[in-house]
């Protein structure tokens, strides 16, 4: 099964939340922050009033509550709007 986006939406695939700190000190799972990065998965046609940016592959930095989280074939992935992402990571 294949998720493809419609308009100007995009599929992003969440990057690994940090499992310990920069001192050592192992978090639980309660207390693991959800990163803001992710991989773009799939990427809609666009409108006509919205040209699509990014790309399939790009590193990307999205806002903390956008979009909608989807579990498709035991994988998450969050559709947000392009206007949710914030930046490309380069």
Known sequence: MKL???GDRVVLKQMKAEET???GI???GQA????QQAEVVAVGPGTEKVKM???VGNAVIYSKYAGTEVK???D????VKQDDILAVVK
């Open 4 to 6: 493809v986006p419609l």
């Open 21 to 23: 700190t920069k001192s």
């Open 26 to 28: 192992v978090l639980p």
């Open 32 to 35: 693991q922050e959800k990163p």
């Open 53 to 55: 940016e990014v790309q």
């Open 72 to 74: 498709l074939d035991q």
């Open 76 to 79: 998450e992935y969050i559709i």
